[in-house]
């Protein structure tokens, strides 16, 4: 779902009409969703200490957005334009839509 919505962000984004808007949305929204998932699952694996565990995870989400920030600043002074430069913002994504799932335990039922 990550994936997913990693590539309909960078596609809404390149796509320059309201669809593309629209498409934007769809996969910010799932991005969001998987977002609340994964805290969800981070709260119910959590046996210590729930507010170190949470305060360390929401530091970690800051510190990765400013470094998306940092280099979507950096990449507006070679010329790119807004559209790629969202779209590049999502390579990082996918690469965490990989590996991810694999640091995560089993979810439980």
Do not use: K
């Amino acid at each position: 779902l990550v994936a997913g919505g990693a590539v309909l962000v960078a596609v809404g984004a390149l796509v320059r009409n309201p669809v593309g808007l629209a498409v934007l949305a769809v996969g910010y929204g799932a991005i969001t969703c998987c977002h609340l998932l994964a805290g969800a699952r981070l709260q119910d694996a959590i046996t210590g200490p729930r507010a170190t565990v949470t305060s360390v995870s929401g530091f970690g989400t800051e510190v990765v957005a400013l470094a998306v920030f940092a280099g979507a600043g950096a990449a507006g002074g070679t010329g790119l334009a807004a559209p790629g430069i969202v779209a590049a913002t999502m390579l990082p994504l996918l690469l965490f839509a990989v590996v991810v799932p694999r640091w995560l335990p089993a979810a439980r039922r």
